[in-house]
């Protein structure tokens, strides 16, 4: 299921990234790589704050659509 579907508070593994490849580049440049872990700090109109190992980075629903856990 995408990333968008968890709820604030879960911390989820990644099991799929889609996307084009300049997509996927930019997403594990940011910390999301396959089988890691992220945490929902917030959750607003589809549009997520996630814990990325030791950072907070913000999603719009379109790009954490592509996440998949």
Known sequence: M????????????I????GKDEIRLHLAELGFVVNG?????S???GNLV???K???IALDSTMANRIMI
Request: no cysteine; aromatic share 4%; net charge positive.
């Open 43 to 45: 959750k607003f109109a």
């Open 15 to 18: 099991r799929r990234i889609t």
């Open 37 to 41: 872990t992220v945490k929902v700090v």
């Open 54 to 56: 030791d950072s907070r």
């Open 2 to 13: 995408p990333l968008t579907m968890a709820q604030m508070g879960d911390t989820v593994t």
């Open 50 to 52: 996630l814990q990325v």
